[in-house]
Nanobody, 126 residues
Framework: QVQLVESGGGLVQAGGSLRLACAVS????????MAWFRQAPGNEREFVAA????????HYADSVSGRFIISRDNAKNTVYLQMYSLKPEDTAVYYC???????????????????WGQGTQVTVSS
């Protein structure tokens, strides 16, 4: 059974940094394309960042490009989202997602991902 468990969320002041982690078990992590999405109250789930199975291809939403960095450690079955220069509008529940298909490069669409974590809250105060 595939499980994704996020950690690292919390409360931070605007301009601060956080690093989220998503530990994956039950699947062949090294063949998975991974992504981060977020959802703020009253909003739809939105794409944040994605990374292919090897880490050689990354893609970011315009709203986070230059501030967030997605990375992965296939030896630890973990994907990370390093967030810098956080803004109040980054406040949301952050979810990691996986699809175990090495042919998948990256996708910005939530429906392309088969597995999801439970989410971790990120709150940025002004």
């Amino acid at each position: 059974q595939v499980q994704l468990v996020e950690s690292g969320g919390g409360l931070v002041q605007a301009g601060g940094s956080l690093r989220l982690a998503c530990a994956v078990s039950g699947g062949t992590f090294s063949s998975a394309a991974m992504a981060w999405f977020r959802q703020a109250p009253g909003n739809e789930r939105e794409f944040v960042a994605a990374i292919n199975w090897s880490g050689s291809i990354k893609h970011y939403a315009d709203s986070v490009s230059g501030r967030f960095i997605i990375s992965r450690d296939n030896a630890k079955n973990t994907v990370y989202l390093q967030m810098y220069s956080l803004k109040p509008e980054d406040t949301a529940v952050y979810y990691c997602a996986a699809i175990f298909k090495r042919s998948m490069v990256v996708s910005i669409y939530y429906y392309d991902y088969d597995y999801w974590g439970q989410g971790t809250q990120v709150t940025v105060s002004s």
